[in-house]
Structure formats: structure tokens, C-alpha cells
């Protein structure tokens, strides 16, 4: 079956090479490979095309202005491939990723989606001191609590169809949260291979991580889902004694309420001020389905 590796990115001048190294070096190569630029001004762009040319592996690009989403479904519209291996740049593959991202598909029919092991890379004195409050590598999950990241998944194409795509509609972030939600809803089956290892940074200063976590609230407000968490960081956010029962108690305090309340309010303006799901999706025990996910209930 023809493989395809996908990415996304936008404005990532100071990551670009090696992350390039990183695809273009895998131990397994895939057939082609698609990238879509969200509209970089910071030179990412250039820099993509030249690396272009050096490639010995068959590269598309295309720049078009648009969301996480878009750019996803847009790259895989851009192959024919049955196999699609989804990462982004500033994600760090290792050498053995592709292959073993996409072999459990290539080799087990009734597996319709992989997910591999994120480690968030602790290398500046700000990340090894988010280390204390973040986890830095994603616990093994079984299939069925499975969500792997856009970052480090693989999945066929079909099962990609049967939910309508990426869902475009999400302002700012949660397109792959709800994307593997309505893949789980129509029962697709998921496989967990930690031997499928990518590196990142989860932000590399304070104001970059707290604009992340209100983004990712942002997201997760319109799709819906995760409210138990938010309304813990909401309770935290307007009563923050409660910090006192946690068990880093009186460490770091002005940090650790600023990380709660980026949620909490990134979560109140996305049901504020968010999307609404589009016509013909609907909410299903919890989860937006698409109007193609619904045909597969």
C-alpha cells in the first residue's frame, strides 16, 4: 500500500532544518511527501522550497493561508495514499518513527489508526522547570483511551473519510482530539506502539506556554469536551486557596494559578465567543460527529 507522510507549519524559521533532517533521514521512507505552509513571513517558506530541491524523495508543497485543520485535510488531498502519517513541524521524529508509526496498519487490516510516544523535550532551564507540573512522557494507553496527537499518529485513509476529515470549523486548536473522538465514536480501532517516538518543545518561555494553554482551552470549549478539567482550573482560577490542597502546595504559586487561569479563560471565550458546530453535526454522548461519522453510527 502507497505511504504518505503529512505535516503542517507556520512561521517555524528556527526549526525548520532540523526538522527536516528528522523526515528526510527516516530508516523508512514513505512514498511522498506533503507539506502545507499556513502562510509563514518569518522565511520558513523559502527555506522549505530549497530544502525541496536537495531532496531525493518525492516532496508537494503548497502555501495557503488557513487553520490546523485545513492545512491537514488539504496535504492529504494532495495524495492518493491508503497509509497517512501525520506530524508537524517543530516535532522531532526519531530515526525509526515512520517505520513504526505505519507498520501496525501495513501489517494488521483491522487496525485503522497508530499512535506513538511523545516525550517533551526539557533542554532550557524554563522547560526543565515546566517539568515539575507537566508530564514528560505520555503514559502507554490501550486502544481504546487512545488519542494520539496529530503530531505522531498514522491512520488510513478510508477512516480519515468515514469522519469527513479534520474538523475545519475549530478556531485555534482540538482539531485532532476531535478528530480521534469521532473515530473512536464510529469504532475504528486504535494501536499504541511507543517504539513510535517523537520529540517536542512544549513552549520555550512563559508567555508562549500560557498563550498555548488559553489556545488549547479556546479549542476545547467549542468541540466540547474536557469540561471536568476545565472547571477544576475555573475553581482554581476564582478560588485560588484551593492550590494549597495540591501537592506542590506553596511552590511556585504565581505560576501555577497563571497556568489554571490561561485555561480557564481560554475555555470561557471559546463558549463565548467560539464557533458553533456547522449545520448536520451533531452532539452525540458528548461528541460532535460530523455528518459522515453519523452515516457510520
Known amino acids: 500500500m502507497k505511504t504518505a507522510l503529512i505535516a503542517t507549519l507556520y512561521n517555524e524559521a528556527g526549526n525548520i532544518t532540523r526538522w527536516w533532517d528528522c523526515i528526510i533521514n527516516q530508516s523508512v521512507s514513505p512514498d511522498e511527501i506533503l507539506i502545507v505552509d499556513g502562510g509563514s513571513t518569518d522565511g520558513t517558506w523559502e527555506t ?12 508537494l508543497l503548497k502555501q495557503q493561508r488557513c487553520n490546523i485543520a485545513e492545512g491537514r485535510n488539504l496535504a492529504i488531498q494532495m495524495t492518493d495514499a491508503e497509509i497517512i502519517a501525520a506530524t508537524d513541524a517543530g516535532s522531532f521524529p526519531e530515526k525509526e518513527w515512520f ?5 501496525p496498519l501495513l501489517e494488521d487490516k483491522s487496525i485503522d489508526v497508530t499512535g506513538g510516544l511523545n516525550i517533551s523535550e526539557a533542554n532550557t532551564d524554563f522547560l526543565r522547570f515546566l517539568s515539575k507540573f507537566e ?19 498514522a491512520f488510513r485513509r478510508q477512516a480519515w473519510a ?17 478528530f480521534t473522538r469521532e473515530l ?12 513510535a517516538v517523537v520529540h517536542w518543545e512544549v513552549r520555550g518561555s512563559e508567555e508562549a506556554y500560557f498563550k498555548l494553554r488559553h489556545r488549547n482551552g479556546y479549542g476545547a470549549a467549542e468541540a466540547r469536551f474536557s469540561e471536568s478539567y476545565f472547571i477544576k482550573c475555573g475553581l482554581i482560577t ?34 463565548l465567543k467560539g464557533h458553533r458546530a456547522p449545520a448536520g453535526w451533531k452532539l452525540i454522548d458528548g461528541v460532535y460527529m460530523s455528518p459522515e461519522a453519523q452515516e457510520h453510527l
Do not use: C
Open 135 to 153: 508530564q514528560v512522557k505520555e503514559s502507554g494507553m490501550s486502544g481504546d483511551e487512545l488519542h494520539p496527537s496529530s503530531r505522531n499518529t
Open 184 to 195: 473512536h465514536k464510529i469504532g475504528k480501532r486504535f494501536y499504541y506502539n511507543p517504539k
Open 238 to 271: 476564582f478560588f485560588p486557596f484551593l492550590l494549597l490542597l495540591s501537592e506542590h502546595r506553596f511552590r511556585h504559586l504565581p505560576f501555577r494559578f497563571r497556568k489554571n487561569a490561561s485555561s480557564t479563560f481560554g475555555w470561557l471565550a471559546g463558549r
Open 48 to 59: 522549505l522550497q530549497q530544502l525541496k530541491i536537495q531532496s531525493s524523495l518525492p516532496v
Open 99 to 103: 517505520g513504526e508509526i505505519t507498520h
Open 162 to 178: 468515514d469522519v469527513g476529515g479534520y474538523p475545519e470549523w475549530l478556531t485555534l486548536a482540538g482539531e485532532d482530539a476531535l
